[in-house]
């Protein structure tokens, strides 16, 4: 049996690991980093859109700062995520992108002068101010106040693993593809590595380290209809959760995407609306303004996938051979901003569904001959495995990051944008606290303990084999995918989620009897589907049975028998674990949000349907303390880091807490609650003005 030592193991070689480990590799660890797949082929380089950060650098960023990047990511997470850690994103953020930069990433870049561009439907130019030419341009994503999104035309996280990858590679990670982890090791509550089959050989061996970061992505592929990639399996979060100590986090916050090609799935970049793309019916008609007339288009994708679906069912939708759908129109930004600002999209479109989305000869209802064909499908997993802002999980030495874990910076609907800048930045934050554990831990395991966990795996892969069971895997893979889509989905009602899980429960029964008719224990997919598809059906209940426990509506996750969100019963996060390795359901807990101690009381999203949901108790309480405190702080000069300070102290490391400097910021006023009037349960917030607006 062969073990394999290191100081830092990290699972998962996407931005997040690899950032990981890059952090780790600087404090003179040893480090590996696990993938699937060649690194630079993980999941993160779908990415078409953009990284969040407040730069302030163009026109329409201008008056940005880390304040409204949290008050739009607190409002967006429909006050579920953990507003410290969001404190710690926003500060971080910033020193991301600059830091990409340095690694060679192209970031798109403001040029001086006036540039066309479509918002809300209009042409209209945007001048930028010849003292910004040459820095980082951003662009409107993710239903925020100010422009943030930085990008590299439309394959940021292309260009961004590339240059984490490339960098990783510089500082010496031993980075070892094709290597699937498939157990945890670990002894009286401390980690010590893991399990590791080789996806070619078929070999298992033990890698044993000093601390394990796991950071092996979302779980969508629990889903029949996904833009997610093939791996993105939720097993990592699986093989946590299977020590019986790791809780998973907000398994039901589970984000669906508006724009999903039809049939395929493959995204059509939010960065589309964000330029101006508009949304149509089966009329030619632009249907969001209809529901949201203040964020239209750019509400925040769990309301707009609700108000797609919403119109589909008035009968609005266009009739397809794959169900009913709507047409984004893209057409309408010109054919020279789509080749050069959404090439990909473009291809993606010209490829998969024979459409040239820059084809503007319009029918008699408008729509363009380049209209793509959309509809709501599974993007991302708010949910996973549960840590604190250090990303410690309940396991010592074990730690997440990235779309793996929930740290919890998305809460229930986590913004456009924002993902990949979690990936990047919990990869410096979580990872430098891991190597900061790793130097200082010892490996104090019995080689015999470690050999009785290869041992069990070994055994357990034979098991499938030689079981004579009688079941398919792939008969259950996908039934499994359809209860998901048909019972788990954008709206959820009790009924519906009983069933999903009694079907899901006999599933997860019937898996444990598949007859895997390839006996090869080496080079053979269908066995590596049946042990997976038993971890993804351990997932795929934690959704479901997470969702019919949550009686309200928060973020993405929407109850039709309980519409509202409340504050009253639910302000708080489920907590699932599996301690025995019997049972056909999740233990499921949960941890209280303390609104006493939220920099942001819960209020009016500013988007979405008004007076929707249950006020807190406490909600009047903490407001008037807010701006009690804010008032005290201020009359004595403080400016808004101090009022930051005085409301919610988080912590974070000195050089990523730093200040972060932009171009001609003068305003040091606190401004994050000037949008929320105190006590207003229900109002909408008062029109936005953007500064620097360009008519
Ligand atoms: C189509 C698409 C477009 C997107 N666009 C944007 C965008 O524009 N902006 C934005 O902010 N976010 C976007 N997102 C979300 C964002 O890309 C992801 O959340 C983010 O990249 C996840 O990074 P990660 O490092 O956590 O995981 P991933 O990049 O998914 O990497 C996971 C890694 O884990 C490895 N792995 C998995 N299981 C195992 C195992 N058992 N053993 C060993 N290795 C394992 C895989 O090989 C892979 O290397 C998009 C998502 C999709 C689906």
Not at 151 to 174: I, P, Q, R, S
Not at 176 to 189: F, L, P, S, T, Y
Not at 363 to 375: E, F, H, T, Y
Request: aromatic share 6%; net charge negative; hydrophobic share 35%.
């Amino acid at each position: 049996m062969k073990i394999i030592y290191c100081d830092a193991l990290i699972i998962g070689g996407g931005l997040a690991g690899l950032r990981s480990g890059i952090a780790a590799s600087e404090r003179g660890l040893n480090t590996i980093v696990l993938s699937l797949v060649p690194v630079r082929r993980s999941h993160s380089a779908a990415a078409q859109g953009g990284m969040q950060a407040s730069l302030a650098n163009g026109n329409k960023g201008a008056g940005d700062n880390e304040d409204v990047h949290f008050m739009d990511t607190v409002k967006g997470s429909d006050w579920g995520c953990d507003q410290e850690v969001a404190r710690m994103f926003v500060t971080t953020a910033p020193k991301a992108i600059r830091e990409l930069a340095q690694y060679g990433v192209p970031w798109t870049r403001i040029k001086a002068g006036k540039r066309p561009a479509v918002i809300n439907g209009q042409h209209v130019q945007i001048e930028e101010a010849k003292d910004r030419e040459g820095y980082i341009q951003s662009r409107d994503f993710g239903g925020t106040k100010k422009w943030r999104t930085c990008f590299t035309a439309d394959a940021t996280g292309h260009t961004m693993l590339y240059g984490v990858a490339n960098e990783a590679y510089k500082h010496g990670v031993d980075i070892r593809d094709r290597k699937e982890a498939v157990k945890i090791i670990h002894q009286n509550g401390t980690c010590y590595g893991a399990v590791v089959r080789d996806l070619v050989t078929g070999e298992l061996s033990a890698y044993v380290a000093k601390g394990t970061l796991i950071a092996t992505g979302g779980y969508g592929r629990i889903y029949a209809n996904t833009s997610n990639a093939v791996i993105c399996d939720g097993v990592g979060a699986a093989i946590a959760m299977e020590t019986g100590v790791v809780k998973l986090g907000n398994m039901e916050a589970v984000q669906f995407h508006p724009t999903c090609l039809v049939p395929s799935g493959i995204l059509m970049t939010e960065g589309c609306r964000g330029d101006g793309g508009v949304l149509l019916d089966v009329d030619g008609h632009r249907f969001m303004p209809d529901y949201e007339p203040e964020k239209k288009e750019l509400a925040s994708r769990d309301v707009v996938s609700r108000r797609i679906l919403e119109h589909i069912k008035k009968g609005k939708g266009v009739h397809g051979p794959y169900g009913d759908f709507v047409w984004l129109d893209i057409a309408i930004l010109g054919r020279a901003h789509i080749e050069k600002n959404l090439r990909d999209v473009q291809e993606i479109a010209e490829i998969f569904a024979g459409i040239d989305p820059a084809d503007d000869e319009r029918d008699s209802k408008g729509i363009p001959k380049g209209a793509v064909p959309i509809r709501p499908m599974q993007h991302y997993s708010m949910g996973g495995i549960r840590v604190n802002p250090k990303g410690e999980t309940a396991l010592k030495g074990l730690f997440s990051a990235g779309e793996a874990c929930c740290w919890d910076l998305h809460g229930f609907n986590r913004l456009g944008g924002n993902s990949v800048s979690e990936a990047v930045v919990s990869g410096m934050i979580i990872g430098d606290y891991f190597a900061e554990h790793c130097a200082q831990a010892e490996i104090d395991i019995q080689t015999s303990v470690v050999e009785e966990f290869i041992k069990e795996e070994s055994d357990y892969l034979s098991s499938l084999i030689d079981n004579g069971g009688k079941e398919d895997v792939y008969t259950i893979r996908n039934a499994m995918k359809q209860i998901m889509d048909h019972k788990v989905g954008v709206f959820r009602d009790g009924k519906e989620l009983k069933e999903a899980v009694v079907e899901l429960e006999d599933l997860i029964k019937r898996s444990r009897h598949i007859n895997v008719k390839n006996k090869k224990l080496h080079d053979n997919p269908e066995l590596e589907d049946t042990y997976r598809t038993q971890r993804m059906l351990k997932i795929a209940l934690c959704v479901a049975y997470g969702a019919e426990q949550r009686t309200e509506s928060r973020g993405a996750h929407t109850r039709l028998d309980y519409p509202k969100r409340d504050d009253e019963k639910w302000l708080n996060r489920t907590l699932a674990s599996w301690p025995d390795p019997k049972q056909t359901l999740p233990t499921l807990e949960y941890e209280a949000l303390d609104i006493m101690k939220m920099e942001i009381a819960p209020a009016y999203r500013g988007y979405g349907d008004k007076g929707n949901f249950i006020p807190n108790p406490k909600k009047e309480e903490r407001e008037k303390q807010v701006l009690e405190t804010i008032k005290a702080v201020e009359a004595k000069g403080g400016n808004r880091y101090a009022v930051q300070d005085a409301l919610m102290p988080f912590e974070l490391q000195p050089k990523y807490k730093e200040i972060n400097e932009r171009l001609g910021e003068v305003d040091n006023r606190y401004t994050v609650q000037d949008g929320l009037k105190p006590s207003e349960s229900s109002e909408p917030q008062p029109k936005e003005t953007t500064v620097g607006d360009a008519k």
